[in-house]
């Protein structure tokens, strides 16, 4: 029996991809998918989440996304509701959508911080264009007049990981997993104890708790919190990801199918706070209206705060460790980095499997 203690994007894909291999999996969480992967914006863009120092981040990145596509239908296929037969629009079903991610600045130093990004990429030989301001407006006609240039990278893609988390925890329903709705206490490598007292024993435990994993086991694991908010909108103000540096500061949009505009995200150093503050609503729809005036008029529909958990190189901490599986942080890309993570585990990624591994930390 495998156990995995925490139900977010990470322990859930683990549990599914063992499950759909024939193991017998038990997942340990006392409210799955709220975590960080709640508040997640969903992107999948390796490279803009990274910069030059960060090689080995960026071509894990670009490895698990080219595993998205097929995880993400075979995850649909097993997601389906019960009856539905034959191909399922998986598209549709995790809103996983292939159109790119718009990078754009508004002064030289802002274009200098993307002309850095884009040569990184053209050394990597990743898809990159750059671009005037007016090819920007023509691509996303709702951009400020006073964006300046910008970079496109067309690979990127996004989903939206509630739909993902929702389709992981119907998937593992369907392959027989057992859920535990409990908090654990204790996390040794034969067995998790409840906070019910419950001993679930195991050949093997995957700690995948996220921010809380240093909780539960020595792990460098640290709690970022971040803010972000959704606005709705009649109709969709952007057909990309747009992000935007806007005089130095970050900031991105990412719509949704049904008209929601995602507006993310805050990056704070305070422990387990998940307090949304005036403070950060504000700074993310001051940088918002500066990147597309147009927000200003859409519906505030929600403001939350998650914590990704992050590591001290920003690498993901995924393989054995004293007795334990780790699965963990994935600081700013675990929803990107969800079916790599789970290929790690299941032992069909070597190359990857040796950036991530926890040992380096020992
Ligand atoms: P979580 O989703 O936090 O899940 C951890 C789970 O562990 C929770 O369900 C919790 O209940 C459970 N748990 C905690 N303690 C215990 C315990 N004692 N016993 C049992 N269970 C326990 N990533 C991207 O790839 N693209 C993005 O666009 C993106 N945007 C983001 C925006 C924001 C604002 C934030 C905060 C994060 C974003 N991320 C993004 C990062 C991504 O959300 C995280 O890397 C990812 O969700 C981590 O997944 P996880 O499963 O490790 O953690």
Redesign the pocket.
Known sequence: MDVV????????SVAWRLARSGRPVTV??????????????????PAS?TDYTEESLLRLGVESLRLWPSFAAELAADAAPAGAAGAHDWAAMLDYRTDGTLDVGFDADDLAVLDELASFMDKLGLPVERLTGRQCRRLEPMLAPSVRGGIHAPQDA?VD?RKVTAALLRAIDRRGVRLVR????QVRPDAVVTEGGEVVDAERVVL?????SS??ADVPVRP?????LRLRSPRPLLSRCVRGLVHGRPVYL?PRGDGELVV???QEELGFDTTVTAGGVYELLRDARELVPGVTELELAESV?????GTPDNLPLIGPHRGLTL??G????????APLTAAIVLGEASEPAALCSPERFT
């Open positions: 203690v925490g139900g977010g994007v990470a322990g859930l340990v969480d006392p409210a799955p998918a709220s975590g960080a992967s709640h508040a997640a914006a969903g992107m999948l863009a989440e996004w990981p409990a908090r654990a206490e995948a708790a996220g921010a809380w909780r539960l970022v919190k971040g803010q972000i990412v993310g995200a805050t705060a998650g914590l990704r958990p699965a963990t994935h600081h700013r890309g675990g929803v990107l980095l």
